[in-house]
Structure formats: C-alpha cells, structure tokens
C-alpha cells in the first residue's frame, strides 16, 4: 500500500464522515448536497492533516521510535520528517479551501471555527507544549470532532443551531473519543516511557479500558435521549458495542488491540447510519 495511504491512517476517517451523516440526516428538508460535500471535506483533510501532523511531530520528538501500532512514516524511515510536515500543511489547506467556501455560503465566523480548529489539529502533538502530551487529547476530539463537525455540518444546511443538533453531536464525540482512547491504551506502555502522558498514562491500564467501555455507552444513552423514537435503531450496534468492549476489557494489549481500533472506527460509522436513518424516518 502507498506509504501516503499509510500514514493518512484510514482507520480514523469515520471519527470525520459520520458527524456529516448525521447532521444531513437532521437537516431533514434543508439537506443541500453541496453543503454537505464541503463539510466532509473539511472534517476528512483535517482528520488527514491531524494524522500527518501528529506523525512529523511525534517523530522529531522520538516518541514513535517504539511504536506498536500503525506504520508512522518519520520514526520509521519511510519519509523524511519535513515531507511529512509538508503533507499535514498541504492537508489542512486543502480542508481550509472548503471551509472558507462554506464561510462565504453561510458565515464568516466559520473561518475563525476553522483556524481553531487546524491550531487545535496542530497543538495536539506540536509545539513546545502539546496538549495531547497532557491528556487532554480527548477534549479535543469530542470537541472538534463532535460538536463542531456535527453542529458545524448541520449549521451550514440549516442555517441555524438548535439544542437537538447538539445533543446528536454528542454520541458521535464519545465515539470519536473512543477511537482516541483505544488508540492511547494500546501505546500506553510505550507513551509513558517516553514521558507522553496521555489520559490512559494518567488513568492507568485497568481505568483506562473501563473509560473506553463508558464512551461506547454514553454513545448509546445520549442517541436515546433524544427522545426520538426511531433512534432506538441505534441499539442494534449494542452487539458490536459489546464485542469491542470484551475485547477491550479482557486485558489484550499492544499489537492485539490493533483491530479494535477498526473496529471502533466501524463502530462509529455504523452507529451514525443507522441514528441518522432513525432522524431521518422519525
């Protein structure tokens, strides 16, 4: 596969599609497909761009050296550290193109939500004080990944925010969390050594699993607190919820949780067709 596939890790492109699903689903009569198209480039070529940014930056700062988990292109060899910092810029350009697109379609202020969230993308592992060396990756990600995407994509078809559009947004922040989390339990060990102390270095082995499992469920109970009906639909990803979770639970680590982090790629994406078929049909 090519390295550049590689390093955009495509296992992580559901925590930025799903968001879009689900926010077209709510926006019911105003769905614009164009709109639509434009903020799932945005979420997909920074979801890109956070990868290959996290990968130069990881990469200089020797954190990668011992990586367990997918092929990270600077600590192994396979591209030199400034065409990957070439690759995360290149990226977040091309997500910016979309996004001041859909500014002067909508509003401007979402060229300022777009900055934030590209200094957020680039923050995570760069700079002198990265936050996600901090544990504070997942408020990042429910943030940017969550809320912003989904009530972001449901804003610029429907031209307003409501409180229901922000309550669909919160499952798909947990899962986007769990995508994070399942990631940072795996490298755990390693991340620690190497002084990055993530949420799962502060929470510990045990904790840590037990947060994971948590974002499945909160997924689960905040799509039913719509009090939508029809998003009871989302209860038939619980057998998948759960399989990942035992998985997750019984202890497995390093490379063995590698499928996981599909899995709950996958969990995500099957969650929002089925919640957003659930608005859809309500």
């Known amino acids: 596969m090519n390295k550049w ?17 689900i926010a077209s689903a709510l926006a019911g ?5 164009f709109r639509a198209a434009l903020a799932l480039k945005v979420g997909v070529w920074l ?4 990868n290959f940014a996290n ?30 910092k070439n690759a995360a810029f290149l990226s977040f350009f091309i997500a910016s193109i979309a996004g001041v697109w859909l500014s002067l379609l909508t509003s401007p202020v979402l060229i300022l939500v777009g900055m934030l969230a590209i200094a957020a993308a680039w923050g995570y592992t760069g700079g002198k004080n990265p936050y996600g060396y901090s544990g504070l990756g997942e408020v990042s990600v429910f943030t940017f990944f969550g809320l912003v995407a989904t009530i972001g994509t449901y804003y610029v078809q429907a031209g307003e925010i409501t409180l229901l ?12 969390c769990a995508i994070l989390a399942v990631n940072n339990i795996r490298d755990r060990a390693q991340d ?9 270095v502060r929470l510990g082995d045990v904790n840590a699993r037990l947060f994971y ?20 639909l989302t209860l038939m990803a619980v057998p998948m919820s759960y399989s990942i979770s035992k998985s997750v639970l019984s202890g497995v680590s390093g490379k063995d949780l590698i499928p996981a982090l599909g899995r709950t790629g996958k969990l995500q994406l099957v969650f929002a067709i089925l919640f957003a078929l659930g608005i859809a049909i309500q």
């Open 5 to 21: 596939i590689l390093g955009a890790r495509p296992r992580t492109l559901p925590a930025a599609i799903a968001p879009v699903v």
């Open 29 to 33: 009569s105003d769905f614009n497909w």
């Open 47 to 50: 979801q890109i761009g956070v």
């Open 55 to 84: 990968d130069y930056s990881d990469g200089v700062k020797g954190t990668d050296e011992n990586r367990i988990g997918p092929i990270r292109l600077v600590a192994s060899g396979l591209a030199s550290a400034k065409a990957v």
């Open 165 to 176: 559009s922000f309550i669909v947004a919160i499952p798909m922040g947990a899962l986007a």
């Open 192 to 200: 620690e050594l190497s002084g990055k102390r993530t949420l799962a």
């Open 213 to 232: 499992v948590s974002l499945l469920v909160f997924a689960h109970v905040a799509a039913i607190a719509t009090l939508i009906p029809t998003a009871l």
